[in-house]
């Protein structure tokens, strides 16, 4: 199973960027799938979750300016990212609790390599 992420880039403060996150393999089911970050110098931290139901979760700093988003049939989650401030700047990294085809009984978490968000004007 590979988690491929895209759509970082540099944008000003107050712009928008989309990240996008796909997940390939021998997939059976995948559960809830998350962005996290980890600016230089700091912890990686949780921005957002979704169940596969749909259910959201978001850190305090994000809430009311990014949405998580996911299609099921794509095994694809999103991360819109508006009013986009500085201390935004990390390298985001998706996550997905997958179970496989070969282990269906068994949900493994897979990481994407990440991808870069530097906000700065």
């Known amino acids: 199973v590979q988690l491929q992420a895209s759509g970082g880039g540099l944008e000003q403060p107050g712009g928008s960027l989309r990240l996008s996150c796909a997940a390939s393999?021998?997939?059976?089911?995948?559960?809830?799938m998350g962005w996290y970050r980890q600016a230089p110098g700091k912890q990686r931290e949780l921005v957002a979750a979704?169940?596969?139901?749909?259910?959201?979760n978001y850190a305090d700093s994000v809430k009311g300016r990014f949405t998580i988003s996911r299609d099921n049939a794509k095994n694809t989650v999103y991360l819109q990212m508006n009013s986009l401030k500085p201390e935004d700047t990390a390298v985001y990294y998706c996550?997905?609790?997958?179970?496989?085809?070969?282990?269906?009984?068994?949900?493994?978490?897979?990481w994407g390599k990440g991808t870069q968000v530097t906000v700065s004007s």
């Open positions: 996550n997905a609790g997958v179970h496989t085809n070969t282990r269906p009984w068994l949900e493994v978490d897979y």
């Open positions: 393999g021998s997939i059976f089911r995948i559960n809830a």
């Open positions: 979704i169940t596969s139901g749909g259910t959201t």
